[in-house]
């Protein structure tokens, strides 16, 4: 199950630095960059990307399996110029992060499947704001209670939509614990870019794995730092999108003397409780995200270029795909798989593409299926074969392979 | 011969444009607002530095009216963005501002525990007894057999003294008074933002359109005389002997004025003891 053995094409055909397009990347800050090879878990690794992008300030509540992420930052943190407290319950750690953030921090939180229902009013209110910040949810094993330390995918849904009212998301899975180092840097870059909240969704198989993690030189980590406005309070409107549809930011104490609200509200930040203000500003919420999936999107391809049958696959059910991929390829079936890093927004156009080349998709992942809808709704009649599991532990390898000898027969 | 138009000196603190703003005739939370302006002068503090967070309903507006940087947050937690605020930004002066329901019932568990930390927020809490916002409904903070939509035959609850609540939650600013009181008002506001730590301050308010007028309790001016008449300024009275009744004698004053270490310098207290050298600080952003 080595990934790295195989060859990865980026199918989103450029580099995290070139997603940021136009904009200036900076550097890392070494002080919070442990250089070096390590053995670490997935969760440590998580942390330790957050601090390599910048964040400064975390609060959580403990749950199983998310919890040796904060642990880690609680005792990083005064080493290194962060804040970190433990709240009363989820509600208070997911929105002490939109403070700390309109204080001016780069800021996160992590929990599970309990936590991340209660944290959902939160994910709305920083897509209505348009706080950056970042939501890690190692998922385990749900509904309610349900598995506390094995793993599910049972939120792929609900890290899209859980919260009320219409919104889009950006969400990244992991697949191994030096994804969550890496993947951790561009939840933060993408959250800072788009100004909107960044779902991190680990599941407890990728969080409390333990492999080799590769921390680089803090000068080969990009940065995307926060889009704070040149324009004096006078001229400025706090949300007033220019051209792409992020508009700039500020952070409270600078004299600009902002309004910031969850009600529908108008470029100044005031409450505009009508139609058309709603239509403009939720338009241009899920506008920013939409209108940028090429930007976002960002799939692995495995053996794709003469595939058949097509595997798709995300966090660590992508790693078990890939195993039955590479069986598949030793009896001659020509298979490959398709992997999301960015789950959300959804990798549709690709998938489309391959819709007319390919035989048959088949989805692997840890749920009764939430994914493969999407799947289904871009493969436009292509065969579409969900092989779900309720989680609890991984699919085997086997079982995913007598799938893909079926849909070839 | 010209006449200089009269300027209400409290316009400066207001976002002027916004108005008229929302609150019934007879409402106290804008005689609320008067005051904080009024603190805010004699405060001397500087105004870029002030940061106003709310939660939802009728006092939770109140961050939509000030001048200042001001957030609206979700309904009971403007307490824990407050605490992220000052946290991640220990310049700003950051005061919360919301009503009883949001405080007390949804926000209830976040102002104990931001109490019990000292987070050094200021906290100001117009009771009103109710819920405004949404229509007259029981509230934490609804006396005995008094009547709310949600108790259509009175409320059988008993209710939380919230002076009493504060202090015993680690409070150690705690005082009460009633929207009468203006210049108390002022003068605590002003006692609060010096004070360094969790510090709270309880207005009662009339609400005519809810509570008064279905209560029989009269519209805003008779309330007003209510206040006037039947409030005792008990400074440094017990806040266990601070119970308010439908109708009866009302305790105001101020309860508690202690010092004790912020969150803030007992979390860096606690690091520099332990890491010494290793401790870089929180340099905030």
Redesign the interface.
Known sequence: MDSAAVQAHDASGHDQAGRAGEFNLVSANP?SVLTGAHFMDGDHAACEGALAAGA??A?GYPITPSTEVVERFAAR???????F?Q???E???S?????????????FTVTSGPGFSLMM??IG?AAMTETPCVFVNVQRGGPSTGLPTLPGQGDMMQARWGSHGDYEIIALSPNSPQECFDLMIEAFNLSERFRTPVMFMMDESVGHMTEKVVIPPADQIKIFPRRFTALPPNEYLPFDANGDGVPEMV?????????????THDERG??ALNWRSQQKLVSRLVGKIRGHADEITHCNEYLMEDAEVVLIAYGITSRVALAAVQKARQEGIRAGLLRPVVVWPFPEKRIRELASKAKAFVVVEMNLGQMVNEVERCAAGTKTVLIPHAGGNVHAPEEILQVIREVTQ | MSVSPAINPVEPFLRTERMPHIWCPGCGIGTTVNCFSRALVDSKLPLDKVAVVSGIGCTGRVAGYVKLDSFHTTHGRAIPFATGLKLANPSLNVVVYSGDGDLIAIGGNHFIHAARRNVDIKVICVNNFIYGMTGGQVAPTTPLGATATTSPYGCFEAPFNLPFLAESSGAVYVARWTAYHVRHIAHSMVEAFKKKGFAFIEILAPCPTLYQRRNKLGDGLETMRYYKQHSVIKNGASTRELKLDLKGEITVGKFVDIERPTLQDAMDQRYREVLKESYCGRGGA
Not at chain 1, 252 to 262: C, L, M, Q, S
């Open positions: 002080k400064n300030f609060a943190a005064p080493l290194v110029g962060a804040t407290l709240m009363e319950d509600l208070a750690s929105i002490a992060i939109l403070g700390a953030a309109w204080g001016g921090a780069k800021s009013e939160h209110l952070k409270a104490g600078d004299g600009y003397r902002i309004h910031v609200t969850g009600l005031y409450p």
